[in-house]
Structures are given as C-alpha cells and as structure tokens.
C-alpha cells in the first residue's frame, strides 16, 4: 500500500472535529492514523507536543514512531518524547510530575513518590496481595464471617481491578464521584433483560427461555429457610411472575458495599506505604488527579487526541480521553468485531454506543465542573472497506462467525449483527482459497497430517513477496487455539515426529521444567523431602524403584546433599535459583524471566522461602502465563492462542481444539463476590450461625435467579472465532476431536471425519546463525552456553565483588532504560548505563537471544546466550555487553561471550559493519573486543568436551 484509498484519505485529510472510524481487520489502519498524525504536526501552529496519540503497547507505540518519521519533517530523536504512548505510561508521566498529593482526594495520607514502583507481573502483585490480605483479615474481626464465606480471597484482587476499571474508587468515608451507583446496579436495566428472556417462546405456546433456566432452581443447594421455594419463583404458567424480578434484585448490601470498600480501600493504602502501583492504579490516580486538579487539566489537554485500537479500551480510559481533550479534535479507531479482552476490563460497548457513552460521559464528568468543554454531539462516521490481507471468500466466511450460536439452545439476534457488520471487500490478486474442517479422535496428530499434506502442495498455494503464487512451506502456516493447553499438548507431539514448530505468546511460566525444578530443590530446603527429592532424582535419571528405596532410607547421593548444603548457605532467594539453574545449564529466555520474577516477589515482598513455594504451587494451578517464546527455527510452524494472534497475519491459518467445552472454554466456577452490570455488586455465599442454629455456609437463592436472567455472554467467543479467521490470507482449515463444537457444526463448511497418519521426518537444520528465543531442550544438538567455554579460574581470586543481585538490579535498570519505561537510576552504575544509552540515536534491541549452530568433529553443537544491548544503525550494528566488575581480571574472558554474539549478528546483518564492545558500568569505560574466529570457537568447544 503506498497511496491511501478514498475512507483512509477521507480520515487523513479531516484533521478537525470528532470522528469514529471502524477500520475492521487488514484495512490498513496503521497506515491511515500515522499518514493522519504527519498532517496535522506539518501544519502551521502544531507541534508533536499538541497532539496526543495513544496506543495499548509499547511495541505499537514503537511502531507508529517509525513509520511517521517516513512522513513528516520530524525524526526518531524529536519524537523520541512525543506522547504517543499507551494510557499507563502517560498516566505514570502525569502522576511522576504532578501526582505526589493525588492520593489526599480520596483521602488517603500517604504520597506517590518518584521511586514508586509499577508492579506489572501478575504472579509479584498476587503476592503482595496475599500479604495484604492475610493482614487485613486479622486485623477486622468484624468481617470474619464475610471471610468464611469467601473460598479464595484472592479474587477480590480480580474485584478490585474490574471496579477501578470502571471508574469506582473508594474515598475515605465512601465512594467518590457517586460511584457507589454501580455497586448498586441498575433495576430498569436488568428488568429489561429479565422481561426479554420471560417471553414465552413459539407465540405463546412454550415456556420462556427464563423459566426454563430456573427448572434447577434450588438444585444441589443450600439456601437459608426463608428463601423461596422453586414453585413461587417459576409460577405455573409460561413465564416466571413478573415480582420475582423485584424479590430478586433488591437485597440489603450494606456490609457488602461496606466490606468491599474497606479491603479496596486499605488496600489502596497498602500499596502506597510499599511504593508500588499496578496499571489500575495508576489510572485510577490519574483520572482523580486530572479530574480534580482543573488548572493542571487545562495544561495537560491535547489539541488533538487519537486512540487507536479503541475497541480494547476500558470505561476509565474513555472517560481519561475525554479529561485530556482541550478541543473537540478527537479520532478514535477501532473495530468492534475484533474487541477480545473483555478479561482486561476492555468494554467493547465504548466503540458499539460510541455516540452515546461519549455524551453520557461527558454530562457525568461536567456534573459539578466544565471538564469536557466542546460539543460531543457532532460525530462524524467513516467505514474502511478495503481490505489487503485476505481473500474475498475468507472475508466472507469470516461474517458467518459473528452469527453462530455458541450453544444449541443459544439464540442470537441475526439481523441486529448484520446491521452492525461493515462488510469488507478484497483487494488480493488473487482468489486461490481453501476453507475446510476436518476431525479426528487424534486431533493433534490429523493436525501435524494437514501440515505435511499442505507443505509443498499447489493446492494450498500462496502469494510470494512479488505477488506470485508459489507452494507453502512451514512457515507459512499458523496452528491457532483458544486455550495455551491443546497447543502445549500439540507442541510435544509435533517434537515426536519431527515437524518444526514454534510457540509464540505467553507460556505457563511455573510449570515448565526449570520451575518445576527450582520448586523440588526449594521443597528439599524447607524439608518437604518426598515431594522435593523424587524431582530431582528423576531429572537425575533414577528408576522408580531406585527413586523410592532412596526416599524410604533417606540414603541421598553425595553430591546432591553437597548441592544442598551449598543452596542452603545462600542468603537470596534470587542466588538460590540462579545456582539451581546453573547447575542444570538453564540459560534459556524462560530461565531468565523466571529469575527475573523472583527476584521481583523477593524485593517487593517480604516472602520466606515457604511463601515463595507457596506462590509457586498457586501459580502452576492458576497457569499464570508470562510472555516467552520457543522458536523451532525460521521455516517451523507457528502455533499461539488467537489472542497472541490479534494483529497478525498468515497465508495459512489452522484453528484448531474446535471441541465442546474447549471452545468456548467450559465455565468455571463463580467467584464468592461479584460485580456485573446491571446488577451491582453481589453475594454468591453468605455465612451465618442463625439459621436452625448451625453456623454454615449457604447459597445466596438471589444471585442464583440473577445469574439465570443474565445471558451467558458468547459474544466476545465469536468475536474471537473473527479474529481467528481473519488472520489468514489464503487457507482456513478448522479441527475437531470427537465432539466437534456448536461453532464449526453450525458454520457453512462439512466436517471430514479422517484417520491421521503423519509421517516422521527429519529437518534439514542448516548452520545458520540467527537471533531466536530459545528453550533448552534435552534432546538435539549439544549446548553450551558462552560461559561454559570460559575459564572460571580468572573469577577465583577476586575480593569484594559486589555480587550477583548488584550485577541483576543494573541489568534489570538497563533493560527497563532501553525499552523506555520511566525508571530513575539508583546507583552510579545506573547512571553510567543511562549516559550511554542517551547517547545513542539507532534502534535499541534489548536481552536478545543469541544462536550459534556450529559442528565440531562431525557433531552438531550450539553457542547461546543473552546479548545485553543491540544498537542498530544504518551503517553499524553495535554489541554492548554490561559489566559490573571493578576490575579487568576477566576481559580475556568475555571476549568468548562477545565473539559468539558477533558471529550471530554478522550473519543476520551481513551487509553492516558489526562492533563488539565491554561497557564496564563501575567506570563507564567501553573496551572494544576483537572476535574469535568460528575455528578458535570450535576448538574452546573441544577444550570443554575434554574436560567434561
């Protein structure tokens, strides 16, 4: 795409008044907003400073940067401070220059400080939580039977997060702004939906979908005597009684209410006196701060204001556009059949009622002051038709998924969809596209047959760079899932016959191997020998039997209870696992960032060593996901959830695990206190020693009849079955097990019943360096990491060392730098690496992981490892490895790490000239480093192989 059609010209060109544009998948959107944001700084008056363009990562902030330089007069280096950025990091800005006191509007004492740290990762925030929690609930008796009816008090977190997504914040003696309405809900709006699900159905002649539902009424419950019997809440005719409406959805929350703002609130305070925030925090002061502060508003609104991808904003970042908004110059762009993060609180009603929450929300935020100063009412519509991704037959199918009931009972308003789908017309050259389903008892392995039926195949032909239709190869095709587990399961299958795959996206961090491990070795410190010992046996390569004779005498290998007495003596948590992970080779991205992790909980937390086994237990059953990637090589497989998919494209697209209960995934169980429009704030269970005079806990018979007059929202299921179809380019395949879903069963495709027979195969893996993610794997080739081939002998003699946790927090404060977060540096170190990265105009690519494939005597070996820093440039390609060390003591050694980090780079980018360089941060002097050659490499690898 080099000229905009008419749509994106249209939006480019109007630079004033208020727009929404639906820019549905492959529309060039991107294209549009940067082409759009270049037009209005080249005019007169306006600087990049005016207009504010925000976007929901980092990546896509990155991105927009890059591709408006192409258009304007500005560079990378005066749009390096541009606000085009996501709504956390300007909310983080804003609260680092202005929001020390923003805390006292709620009436709290305590103060953000410009050290506050952004807790980020899930698995260190539920820490601090249960560290919170644990002292809330021994210091308010008072709620004690609140607590006794809560089965896990973690998910008042969860509640907590929805809440301040909305908007709801807890003040001293209350809830600001009125926000205890939504707590309360709103009985107009749930009646409506009551009365739409009591009419009864066939004209009057069965009963409604309602009274239907309510048939299990009171089933495998235990409700309190004066609850209702199921006959008065059915009634005896067609619909339930219009009074049960009422009886249901009035109920005294006062201790409710008065509980969840106590813990909100206390909790609010609590992560104040620990200097930490988390992203709803964060917004949360922001919008009180710029609600309250009106001369600071008035500095901090934008001329213009963009959001992009608006369909996955919340209802506070709504209302935080509106608040940074000096004019009525507001474009927001999005595309509601792709709003897939309802579980991060993005509420696609902000796009489908656009017109009409912007005026609400308008008058809400003007109730007692002039906020929003500029007529909300004129809005202007602009459709991107256009497509340059998929073919015509692809985009037309893809409308099918927006109409499939979920359920055979489901019913959906057909024609309400069809009204609001913008249908998107092909611009591709070509029209060559298979869409089929096939299903199998074996899904994974009728799976892996496709593959190899596909690669190779003029039947599945695809477009080349030029536009020519060539055959495919792996890499063209993508495996997408609904849930991380069936592509977890499709990955160890695909390892045993040889098909090439990669797994992109967030992984379950703490179940993997290395974790696995790490637990076992913290199990044996804390004395839970059977649990701990049988892991580390087995990894050791101990029998069963073997396993068990050893775990009945206590008679432990030698070398292992050295390791353990080694481990013991060490005062970190984070030592602690680095020596484990040593021990085993784990150098890997996913060892990394579990270190990472726990060294986060440790320095946040005041965590034992039990704690952290606990954390770690929770988190294997919760599958708490971080982001880490496992690459197979450049022609493999991709296989990701259709999330981690959002954004992309592929020639080829798989959607796979379409089965019943896996997709939509089957429902969990509810939590114990709940919010939900239009019904407020709500009580699953309630414990009481009243009833009969038996302290119990029992069923709340209300929120079983509200439950069932809310639908089941399915949704946003197939907003996502969407997103999955529009990734492809050419070929759609869809897969099934043995019970296909409601989905595919009800899509206009037929269903092939096929016995798999996949071949195994053996991969040419070419020597070719490349940068990749990568996973340790036991088998394939023999790995060493650059530090395995230096001799540790320079590292002896050393005194006064500052140590491994020094040596992390400066690489964590380098990382944290380079990719632009607002960190402030805490030692000289810090501010020597803050010096040289600010020095530095070319791209920064940090913690890229570094593969070396090389043979030595006929057998296939890799070098890899971690490279520091990447400085790219037109010309250069710059390695920076950071040392703390004071001294010189190992220079000669390092130059092995750098050398293999030079061989990578030279490779990938053979047409620049490649630096290696040591920045020692104790004096902020760079050492340049002369590489080895692939030989001397070869031949340190033959050193250690003897020496092993």
């Keep these: 795409m080099t000229e905009p059609n008419t749509q994106q010209r249209e939006l480019i060109e109007s630079t004033e008044g208020t727009y929404l544009v639906d820019a549905g998948a492959g529309t060039g959107k991107t294209f549009a907003v940067t082409r759009r944001y270049a037009n209005i700084v080249e005019q007169s008056g306006v600087e990049p400073d005016d207009v504010l363009l925000v976007t929901f990562t980092n990546n896509a902030a990155t991105e927009m940067k890059e591709r408006i330089v192409g258009q304007c007069q500005y560079g990378m280096r005066e749009l390096a401070d541009a606000p085009i950025r996501t709504f956390h990091s300007l909310c983080h800005d804003h609260l680092q220059e202005h929001g020390h006191t923003a805390p006292a509007y709620l009436g709290i004492d305590d103060t953000i400080t410009g050290s506050t740290r952004i807790v980020s990762d899930d698995v260190v925030e539920d820490g601090l939580f249960r560290e919170f929690i644990d002292g809330f609930s021994d210091d308010n008796p008072a709620y004690d039977d609140l607590f006794r009816?809560?089965?896990?008090?973690?998910?008042?977190?969860?509640?907590?997060?929805?809440?301040?997504?909305?908007?709801?914040?807890?003040?001293?003696?209350?809830?600001?702004?009125?926000?205890?309405?939504?707590?309360?809900?709103?009985?107009?709006?749930?009646?409506?939906?009551?009365?739409?699900?009591?009419?009864?159905?066939?004209?009057?002649?069965?009963?409604?979908?309602?009274?239907?539902?309510?048939?299990?009424?009171?089933?495998?419950?235990?409700?309190?005597?004066?609850?209702?019997?199921?006959?008065?809440?059915?009634?005896?005719?067609?619909?339930?009684?219009?009074?049960?409406?009422?009886?249901?959805?009035?109920?005294?929350?006062?201790?409710?209410?008065?509980f969840v703002h106590d813990v909100y609130y206390d909790y609010l305070r609590f992560a104040l006196r620990r200097n930490y925030l988390n992203f709803g925090f964060l917004q949360l002061f922001a919008f009180v701060l710029l609600c309250e502060n009106h001369e600071l508003r008035g500095e901090a609104a934008f001329e213009y204001v963009m959001v992009d991808e608006f369909q996955d904003s919340s209802e506070i970042q709504f209302k935080l556009a509106l608040l940074l908004a000096g004019t009525d110059n507001v474009c927001v762009v999005g595309d509601w059949k792709q709003s897939i993060y309802g579980f991060q609180y993005a509420d696609v009603d902000n796009i489908v009622e656009f017109e009409t929450r912007l005026n609400g929300f308008a008058e809400e935020l003007n109730r007692d002051a002039d906020r929003v100063r500029f007529d909300?009412?004129?809005?202007?519509?602009?459709?991107?038709?256009?497509?340059?991704?998929?073919?015509?037959?692809?985009?037309?199918?893809?409308?099918?998924?927006?109409?499939?009931?979920?359920?055979?009972?489901?019913?959906?308003?057909?024609?309400?969809?069809?009204?609001?789908?913008?249908?998107?017309?092909?611009?591709?050259?070509?029209?060559?596209?298979?869409?089929?389903?096939?299903?199998?008892?074996?899904?994974?392995?009728?799976?892996?047959?496709?593959?190899?039926?596909?690669?190779?195949?003029?039947?599945?032909?695809?477009?080349?760079?030029?536009?020519?239709?060539?055959?495919?190869?792996?890499?063209?095709?993508?495996?997408?899932?609904?849930?991380?587990?069936?592509g977890r399961e499709l990955l160890e299958t695909a390892e045993e016959y040889g098909v090439p795959t990669a797994y992109e996206g967030g992984i379950e961090l703490f179940r993997t191997d290395q974790a696995k491990l790490l637990l076992a070795w913290l199990r044996i410190l804390e004395n839970d020998l059977d649990r701990g010992w049988a892991v580390v046996l087995e990894e050791a390569g101990y029998t069963l039997d073997e396993i068990d004779r050893i775990l009945d005498r206590g008679d432990y290998p030698e070398d292992m209870t050295a390791f353990r007495e080694e481990l013991g003596a060490?005062?970190?948590?984070?030592?602690?696992?680095?020596?484990?992970?040593?021990?085993?080779?784990?150098?890997?991205?996913?060892?990394?960032?579990?270190?990472?992790?726990?060294?986060?909980?440790?320095?946040?937390?005041?965590?034992?060593?039990?704690?952290?086994?606990?954390?770690?237990?929770?988190?294997?059953?919760?599958?708490?996901?971080?982001?880490?990637?496992?690459?197979?090589?450049?022609?493999?497989?991709?296989?990701?959830?259709?999330?981690?998919?959002?954004?992309?494209?592929?020639?080829?697209?798989?959607?796979?695990?379409?089965?019943?209960?896996?997709?939509?995934?089957?429902?969990?169980?509810?939590?114990?206190?709940?919010?939900?429009?239009?019904?407020?704030?709500?009580?699953?269970?309630?414990?009481?020693?009243?009833?009969?005079?038996?302290?119990?806990?029992?069923?709340?018979?209300?929120?079983?009849?509200?439950?069932?007059?809310?639908?089941?929202?399915?949704?946003?299921?197939?907003?996502?079955?969407?997103?999955?179809?529009?990734?492809?380019?050419?070929?759609?395949?869809?897969?099934?097990?043995?019970?296909?879903?409601?989905?595919?069963?009800?899509?206009?495709?037929?269903?092939?019943?096929?016995?798999?027979?996949?071949?195994?195969?053996?991969?040419?893996?070419?020597?070719?360096?490349?940068?990749?993610?990568?996973?340790?794997?036991?088998?394939?080739?023999?790995?060493?990491?650059?530090?395995?081939?230096?001799?540790?002998d320079v590292f002896e003699a050393v005194e006064a060392g500052r140590g491994l946790e020094f040596g992390s927090r400066v690489h964590d404060f380098a990382e944290r730098y380079a990719l632009g977060e607002a960190v402030e540096p805490q030692s000289e170190d810090e501010k020597r690496i803050r010096d040289l990265l600010d020095s530095m105009d070319g791209e920064l690519r940090v913690e890229e992981s570094a593969y070396l494939p090389l043979e030595v005597d006929g057998e296939r070996v890799s070098l890899h490892g971690i490279v520091d820093?990447?400085?790219?440039?037109?010309?250069?390609?710059?390695?920076?490895?950071?040392?703390?060390?004071?001294?010189?003591?190992?220079?000669?050694?390092?130059?092995?790490?750098?050398?293999?980090?030079?061989?990578?780079?030279?490779?990938?980018?053979?047409?620049?000239?490649?630096?290696?360089?040591?920045?020692?941060?104790?004096?902020?002097?760079?050492?340049?480093?002369?590489?080895?050659?692939?030989?001397?490499?070869?031949?340190?690898?033959?050193?250690q192989t003897e020496r092993m």
Aim: charged share 30%; aromatic share 8%; proline share 4%.
């Design 149 to 258: 009816a809560i089965s896990a008090p973690m998910e008042l977190l969860g509640l907590i997060e929805e809440l301040a997504s909305k908007g709801v914040f807890p003040t001293a003696d209350g809830w600001y702004r009125n926000g205890e309405r939504y707590l309360d809900g709103n009985f107009d709006a749930f009646k409506r939906l009551f009365d739409d699900r009591n009419e009864p159905r066939n004209d009057g002649s069965k009963q409604s979908r309602l009274r239907s539902k309510l048939y299990s009424y009171g089933k495998n419950k235990n409700y309190l005597p004066a609850a209702p019997d199921k006959a008065e809440i059915r009634g005896d005719g067609k619909q339930v009684p219009d009074a049960v409406a009422w009886a249901a959805f009035e109920e005294d929350r006062s201790d409710l209410k008065g």
């Design 376 to 486: 909300t009412t004129d809005v202007t519509r602009i459709e991107f038709v256009e497509n340059y991704r998929s073919t015509q037959s692809i985009l037309d199918f893809s409308e099918h998924g927006l109409l499939v009931p979920a359920t055979g009972s489901e019913e959906i308003d057909v024609e309400d969809t069809r009204d609001r789908i913008v249908s998107l017309e092909s611009n591709a050259d070509h029209e060559n596209t298979t869409i089929e389903a096939i299903q199998s008892e074996a899904e994974d392995e009728a799976i892996l047959a496709k593959v190899q039926e596909i690669v190779g195949n003029g039947d599945y032909r695809v477009e080349d760079d030029d536009g020519n239709l060539r055959v495919p190869e792996y890499r063209d095709i993508a495996v997408l899932t609904r849930t991380r587990d069936f």
């Design 869 to 943: 820093l990447v400085h790219v440039t037109g010309d250069t390609i710059e390695i920076v490895d950071y040392k703390t060390d004071r001294g010189r003591h190992a220079e000669s050694e390092y130059r092995t790490q750098l050398s293999v980090y030079w061989h990578v780079l030279d490779a990938v980018y053979s047409d620049r000239e490649i630096a290696a360089s040591i920045f020692y941060t104790a004096d902020g002097e760079r050492v340049a480093v002369a590489p080895f050659s692939r030989d001397d490499l070869r031949e340190l690898v033959r050193d």
């Design 570 to 792: 060490m005062e970190t948590l984070g030592g602690i696992t680095r020596r484990v992970f040593t021990r085993y080779g784990y150098d890997g991205e996913t060892a990394d960032v579990i270190l990472h992790t726990i060294q986060s909980i440790h320095s946040t937390t005041t965590m034992t060593q039990g704690d952290l086994i606990r954390v770690i237990e929770r988190s294997i059953d919760a599958g708490s996901t971080h982001e880490v990637s496992a690459s197979a090589g450049a022609n493999s497989v991709t296989v990701q959830t259709i999330h981690s998919a959002k954004g992309l494209e592929y020639p080829i697209v798989i959607l796979a695990n379409m089965n019943s209960g896996r997709y939509p995934p089957s429902g969990g169980g509810s939590s114990s206190i709940s919010y939900q429009d239009p019904v407020g704030l709500r009580q699953r269970k309630v414990y009481t020693e009243a009833a009969q005079g038996h302290p119990h806990v029992y069923d709340n018979w209300r929120s079983d009849v509200l439950r069932r007059c809310l639908p089941r929202d399915y949704d946003e299921e197939r907003r996502l079955l969407y997103v999955a179809i529009t990734r492809a380019e050419s070929h759609v395949v869809f897969t099934a097990g043995d019970d296909p879903n409601t989905f595919l069963e009800e899509l206009p495709v037929d269903i092939e019943s096929v016995v798999p027979d996949p071949e195994t195969v053996a991969v040419d893996q070419s020597e070719q360096p490349h940068l990749e993610i990568d996973i340790r794997d036991p088998e394939g080739p023999v790995r060493y990491s650059p530090h395995s081939l230096m001799d540790e």
